[in-house]
């Protein structure tokens, strides 16, 4: 949410060119500390990081900008990410490949988890039996037995949880959902996402580091819980690409945006069924996940589409509700409102089709029961509202505040374990779908997919 922001400068000459009824806000942050409030020393939290590649070190640098935390250690299979994490919270701190010592210190409150999505059950698992708090990347599970037994472990030990898809804490999402429940929508049968890249990058096309080979990387490790295999730094590097390792964009992207619309309905289920279509295009370089998908997911109130495309950005990231009162578009950094103009009016085009007396007869009649406002009296109402967040916003930061702030009021957070298993179950749905060619069915009750 921090990569295209809205200036108040863009949002006044954006809105000299639009009509006079649209609104725009520049939506204000909420204070990242306690209630606003400087952090006494006493109540600081030590965290340590667990896997330091690119998500570690974004989520450092973002906890700098978290007033009452501090990050004590890190941890990662390759050598080079310790200097890269420490170069990250600005801070010389105890590095080591083996999780294990950091689970074993006495001082250390939480952990982030930032790891490969096949290891996040084992480093989760184990964090929560050492007593840690855990914020853990998402999508939160590699599979749906590995989301139960996660879930299971976290409350058995009385655990704070957060899973890491920060716009469930973003204000633009937060503003959102109060439209949303505030019923302007109306009906909300139909809801369509997507987000698109056309780059190397966005497709996991990573440069491999000059120093990466089997005495700077623990591959051995990298491979538990995964099929044996000789050394391959690009499986090691580019792992979203792969079965064994990740979820591709389902796990990657479509969790995103399955988190975002779970929060903004105050969705508490999983979608009953999906659909995904799609197929590898053009990154043909031995990757096992589609570079394009699509998923129709049915859910009890409404239908959703999701789409993830790595072959072009037209629009990048977007989220929309279609209601039978108004429209709600979240895009990048701005949302936007817009009502449908539900105001009774005459039939215009099936009565063509009668005589001009019986026409003349309706309109008159429609006249009658439906009296025009008085022009002196009348207000029109505001059509379009747009909404931003503002220059330097990082929903990241109030993310990890908010898992922070917990861990000190142990008040559970809005995207625990409970949340982050149904945003995952429905990545699983898609690519089950997607691989085994079928409507993939959830069963609440067995709590597996079937075919």
Request: aromatic residues 12%.
């Amino acid at each position: 949410m921090n990569h295209h922001p809205w200036t108040r400068r863009q949002f006044l000459q954006i809105g000299s060119g639009l009509a006079a009824t649209a609104k725009f806000t520049l939506l204000d942050p909420k204070p990242l500390g306690v209630a606003g409030k400087p952090v006494a020393a006493s109540d600081t939290v030590r965290f340590a990081a667990i896997g330091t590649g690119v998500r570690g070190c974004e989520l450092l640098e973002a906890s700098l900008r978290v007033p009452g935390i501090e990050c004590v250690a890190v941890s990662d299979l390759y050598d080079s990410r310790h200097t890269a994490a420490q170069e990250a919270v600005k801070k010389n701190v105890p590095a080591t490949r083996n999780y294990h010592e950091i689970l074993e210190r006495k001082d250390i409150d939480a952990v982030i988890i930032a790891v490969t999505d096949h290891q996040h059950r084992k480093v989760f698992s184990d964090a929560c039996a050492a007593g840690k708090d855990v914020y853990c990347e998402k999508p939160m599970s590699h599979t749906v037995e590995d989301g139960f037994a996660m879930l299971e472990t976290a409350q058995k030990n009385n655990r704070i949880v957060q899973i890491g898809s920060q716009r469930v804490s973003s204000i633009l999402y937060q503003r959102a959902k109060e439209i949303y429940e505030s019923g302007r929508l109306g009906e909300v049968c139909s809801i369509q996402a997507h987000w698109d890249r056309n780059s190397p990058s966005g497709a996991w096309v990573y440069p491999i580091p000059p120093d990466a080979n089997e005495q700077t990387i623990d591959w051995n490790t990298f491979l538990e819980g995964a099929p044996k295999r000789p050394f391959d730094a690009a499986r090691f590097f580019r792992w979203r690409c792969f079965r064994d390792y990740g979820e591709g964009l389902a796990g990657d992207l479509f969790v995103h945006l399955i988190s975002g619309i779970h929060f903004i309905t105050s969705t508490n289920t999983v979608a009953k069924r999906a659909q995904s279509s799609g197929g590898i295009f053009r990154w043909k370089d031995g990757r096992e996940f589609p570079d394009l998908i699509e998923t129709f997911y049915d859910y009890p109130n409404f239908r959703v589409y999701l789409r993830c495309n790595l072959n072009n950005d037209h629009e990048g990231e977007f989220i929309g509700f279609f209601g039978t009162k108004g429209t709600l578009i979240i895009k990048g950094p701005t949302l936007t409102y817009t009502s449908q103009d539900t105001s009774p009016k005459p039939e215009d085009y099936s009565i063509l089709g009668w005589p001009k007396q019986l026409r003349e007869q309706y309109l008159e009649a429609f006249a009658a029961d439906h009296p025009r406002p008085n022009p002196l009296n009348f207000k029109a109402a505001d059509d379009v509202e747009t909404y931003g967040v503002p220059d330097g916003y990082s929903d990241v930061a109030d993310h990890e505040a908010n898992f922070f702030n917990a861990v000190r009021s142990r008040q559970r957070v809005v995207e625990n374990e409970e949340f982050g298993n149904r945003a995952a179950i429905g990545c699983h749905l898609a690519n089950y779908s997607y691989f085994k060619d079928t409507p993939a069915v959830w069963d609440e009750s067995a709590k597996r997919i079937k075919g």
